[in-house]
Structures are given as structure tokens and as C-alpha cells.
């Protein structure tokens, strides 16, 4: 009598990059519209190095995509490889990627905030009030995605955006993803992004 197959413990795909894409999304009708949208990147590895980058397109920049980063060819790397696919906008290859230092404080049982700071500019994101985490497990075609990822997820049902002070008006607003609950502000931690060998 044949053994039973023993699972693989490795996933077939190959590493496109591993590290962090928390962001905030705000609408004032429960996600058909959006006012506001950041994604934060803090890279642990990608073909590009290491680096952190943040995406931003908000009534605080009239609407306008804003990048920053400390290592712009990452930011290049993540605009061409990734957010081509998650939201158009912030891959547009004209984009300035201006220079900016990231800074981590506060954590899952306070508050968790990035601070960017540029030479003109002050970006500070946080995220408190969290759901339960969850892992997030999208393989490559999930969604209609060529690519796919597995990431940690904390929900926040509170969340801030400002921008030299000034305060995007907007609170998070609830999602499922899956069975599990979810918000349009989240912490996503440990993620990887893989690509079919």
C-alpha cells in the first residue's frame, strides 16, 4: 500500500519582495468613492534593495499622487511590479519620488504611526482600535492578479492622515475579506509577494 503524499513545506511560487504595505483608505460612502489613499511600504528585501516608500493620493494633495521614499529605484520597483496592478494611479513613471526619512513608533497595543519627513513636507499615518489579525493568503491569480501575497493583516477601526498638520477628513470604514472582519485601514506586517516560477 502506497504512503499517503506528504505536502510540500515550501510555497512553489518565487520571492518577488517581503516586508510591510499598511495603508489607509478613506470614503465617504463606504469605499464606491475615495477622498483619500496611502500605502506604505517599508521593504525588507526586492530586487531594487531596501528601502521604505510612501504612496499618496489625498484632498490634501488636491488629488494630486505624491511619492516619497529613501531609496527612489525601490519606489520605481514597487510602482512598475505592484501598485501597477493595485491602483494605477501610483504608477505613473513621471511621478517625482521625493526623498524622505520614515520613522516607526507606538505598536498593535497603543498606536502604530510612520512618520515621513521631507525637506517640505510632513507625512504622519496612524492606526489604533485594532480587530483580531488575520493572514491574508492571495496566490498568484487570486483576484485576477498575476502575482500574488501572503500577509499579516491588523485592522484598525481608527485611523489619521495628516500633511503638514493639516488633517484628512475621514474615518476607516468596514470590510470583509473573506469571512474575516476587516477595515480600509491596516496594518499589513510580514508580507510577501510571490510571482509564479
Known sequence: MASPAVA???????????????????????????TDRASHWRVLWCPAGAGHALFLKSTLTGGEAKIWSDNPPVARWLQKEIESLLFPAFADAKTPVTQAAFVRSGGIDTKAAELVTAKDAEVLLSWEDFLPPFVLNMPPGSGGRPIGVFSTFFPAR?????????????TP?????????STSAVLAWSETWVKPR
Not at 511560487?13 to 510591510?20: A, S
Open 173 to 181: 470604514y468596514a470590510e470583509k475579506r473573506g469571512e474575516r472582519d
Open 158 to 170: 481608527a485611523a489619521r492622515l495628516t500633511l503638514n498638520g493639516k488633517a484628512a477628513v475621514g
Open 8 to 34: 510540500s513545506p515550501t510555497d512553489p511560487n518565487d520571492v518577488l519582495m517581503t516586508g510591510e504595505n499598511s495603508f489607509i483608505r478613506f470614503s465617504p460612502d463606504a469605499g464606491k468613492t475615495q
